[in-house]
């Protein structure tokens, strides 16, 4: 506890230095920037920065990725209220409520909630990481290789199988992704594996290619090809942006219920912010004395799912940081970010790197104030970049999405990598694909395939090492029953149906 | 059952995936084992990458010949809440990123940008072409010049060498 305190200090000392400051302030403004505008979410603005911030100091760098990374979630409920189309699928529930009561002139108010939410449910849930992350380091440490390859197969598995709606069509993104992580200089042997002498493969397969192709020149092609040709139209926000004693009253219990059920929905492994925020809306729901509202702009149903989201992105922190272990998109491109300084997220790191990590830490706390002091008085220009016409938009997106992939080796055969996987993301997107599995396992995948063969080199190629460690053995189990009981219930139940329908009865 | 159009894009996309599996899988056992203490080498991990990938392609396949693709995602455009599709803005979208491709080494980021800009746009609907340009060849302009001044990243400055002076490749 001392220590953590003490820690957490020293964090603020590097944190409340000016450039870090700037740094931090720099990555907010840009991620709520960024945030608004549709289409764009952390995942893809962190990786288009990636390959531009070698040069800076990696504490400055990462704050600023930091700051991106929850900047983006809070820009992204302006647009959910103002626009009705959610930026990323965290938001979704937000819409539920937040467009309909901006439709009826409340958009001022479910603004104020969502702000306020988020900064009360950020600063809690960094208070839990805060709290949370150097118990888990502790546990951490006693990992060894077999324990650590146990825990990233059981990431795999519920990031690909369990969470999308499709489990086979989960996992295939998954092994492509894998596949994709493969290519390139094995790091033990020196082998080249899947580079057919291509210079620009020995590498491996970055991941800015990779994230950027599928989310910006995927994102692009699809919503050209599909979409209207008639630019949204955005709400007004007229009258008073500042809630009433009745909102008041109504948001406060929706904000802390949310917090503590977001925050641990991010630490496990269930991708991000998404299931919390649906959760929290059905909770609102049920427990408002108002259901009436609800379905017409109801406050709470923007409250909950609002800082049910921050909170839940504040969780993903846990892992990434304490394990290593990345659980949604952005937090496997801010791993990437990190390994692009020779760092590896971990228990390690908090020994290691104590000032860079608790001055991240300690960043996420000014963060979220700078974060409250810039999203509600500075309301109207968020508003004027939601109204930058779509052929603009697409034009400049694909600007800094070509630049990010160019700037890795100067090719062109990385511009033609970028549209290959533009063309595999439009594909994901059209029929159904999850696009989180790919860019995980192209992360992750390097590092499973190093613990595991560190694992069989300290047993001399015994498998049954993954066995007999107790925890890795009651991963995996637990591994093996995420995909085996939905399935199971899921043939018991056609089969029911099948014979219910044989036998004539409805 | 599904509709025609539907089932051929579900069947080979099905296939695709068992042919990367397979095609991984050649390349997979060529690699060589050099396993060490581990017993398993640098080709073991793509064994079980391409294994999988094949399960999976297996996978698909199966369900495409029980009655389709469980949890599909709609074929009609309009009850996936889209609008139909429209090639020509795809073509445009494209035509701006290998148009960039061509571009760059020779002309430059800057024009480079312009043209792609111009595309997209073009892609989205615009049709102000000199207003796209302009806004292309300003962002890239104000792009070219804070990246490679501020964070010394290197652009190629192209036929606007003259111009850009001293700044770029």
């Not at chain 1, 200090?9 to 505008?37: D, E, H, K, R, Y």
């Not at chain 1, 409340?106 to 909630?113: D, H, Q, W």
């Not at chain 1, 990992?143 to 990233?152: I, K, N, R, S, V």
């Not at chain 1, 059920?261 to 998404?274: D, Q, R, V």
Request: charged share 10%; net charge positive.
């Amino acid at each position: 506890m001392g220590e953590t305190l003490t820690a957490l200090l020293t964090g603020f000392g590097v944190a409340l230095q000016p450039i870090n400051l700037l740094w931090g302030f720099v990555g907010v403004t840009l991620g709520t920037a960024i945030g608004v505008l549709p289409g764009v979410g952390p995942a893809l603005t962190v990786a288009m920065l990636l390959p531009l911030t070698v040069k800076l100091d990696p504490t400055g760098a990462l704050i600023m990725f930091a700051g991106i990374y929850y900047g983006a979630m809070y820009g992204g409920s302006t647009t959910t209220i103002l626009l009705n189309t959610p930026g990323e699928s965290a938001s979704i529930a937000t819409a539920l409520e937040g467009n309909r009561m901006a439709k009826r002139g409340r958009a001022g108010p479910a603004l104020a909630t969502a702000a306020i939410g988020s900064f009360v449910a950020g600063t809690i849930a960094t208070i839990l990481l805060t709290l949370l992350a150097p118990l888990v380091v502790e546990v951490a440490l006693k990992f060894g290789p077999t324990e650590y390859f146990a825990l990233m197969v059981f990431a795999f598995v519920t990031v690909a199988a369990v969470l999308g709606s499709s489990t086979v069509r989960g996992l295939s993104m998954l092994f492509v992704g894998l596949l994709l992580g493969l290519v390139g200089i094995d790091d033990q042997t020196g082998q080249m594996r899947f580079a057919f002498g291509v210079p620009e493969l020995l590498d491996g397969i970055d991941v800015v290619v990779l994230a950027v192709g599928l989310f910006a020149v995927g994102e692009a092609l699809h919503v050209a090809a599909y979409q209207s040709r008639q630019q949204d139209s955005v709400e007004k926000v007229s009258g008073s942006i500042w809630m009433s004693r009745s909102d008041w009253k109504r948001s406060w219990p929706a904000w802390l219920r949310a917090t503590f059920i977001g925050f641990p929905f991010g630490t496990i492994p269930a991708g991000g912010a998404e299931i919390p925020t649906f959760l929290s809306y059905a909770v609102e729901k049920k427990l408002t004395r108002h259901p009436e509202e609800f379905g017409k702009g109801a406050i709470e149903g923007v409250a909950g799912p609002e800082a049910a989201n921050n909170a839940a992105s504040a969780g993903v922190l846990v892992p990434l940081l304490t394990l290593g272990i990345p659980t949604s998109a952005t937090a496997a491109i801010l791993l990437a970010a990190f390994q692009n300084y020779g760092l590896q997220p971990g228990p390690l790191l908090f020994q290691t790197q104590t000032t860079l990590v608790w001055g991240l830490i300690a960043s996420m706390y000014i963060g979220n104030i700078l974060l409250l002091i810039l999203n509600l008085p500075l309301i109207g220009l968020w508003v004027q970049v939601l109204k930058i016409p779509r052929p603009l938009l697409y034009g400049g997106i694909l600007i800094f999405a070509t630049l990010g992939a160019y700037s890795l080796h100067q090719s062109v055969v990385d511009l033609l990598t970028l549209y290959v996987f533009g063309l595999l993301g439009f594909m994901m997107r059209r029929w159904g694909f999850p696009v989180a599995p790919a860019v995980i396992g192209l992360i992750l995948g390097p590092l499973a395939e190093s613990q595991f063969r560190r694992a069989l080199a300290i047993s001399q190629g015994d498998p049954s090492v993954f066995l007999t460690s107790p925890i890795s053995a009651s991963l995996l189990t637990l591994t093996a029953l995420l995909v085996l009981v939905p399935w199971l219930y899921k043939v018991v139940r056609e089969q029911r149906s099948r014979r219910r329908a044989a036998s004539g009865r409805p | 059952m599904n509709a025609p159009g539907r089932g051929r894009a579900e069947l080979i996309l099905s296939l695709g995936v068992l042919a990367l599996g397979i095609f991984a899988t050649i390349v997979a056992f060529r690699l060589p084992e050099a396993g060490g203490y581990a017993r398993v080498g640098p080709n073991f991990m793509p064994k079980v990458v391409s294994a999988g990938l094949i399960v999976l392609g297996l996978w698909l396949l199966a369900e495409f010949f029980t009655g389709g693709w469980r949890e599909a995602v709609p074929d009609e455009a309009a009850e996936r809440g889209e609008h139909p599709f429209v090639a020509g803005a795809f073509i445009w979208v494209s035509a701006g990123l290998f148009a960039q491709m061509a571009l760059i080494h020779n002309a430059g980021f800057v024009l480079a940008a312009m043209v792609l800009f111009g595309c997209v746009a073009r892609g989205f609907g615009s049709r102000r072409w000199a207003r796209d340009l302009a806004a292309g060849l300003a962002i890239g302009l104000a792009v070219f010049l804070f990246f490679v001044k501020f964070l010394n990243v290197n652009l190629p400055a192209g036929w606007l060498k003259p111009l850009l002076g001293t700044a770029g490749i």
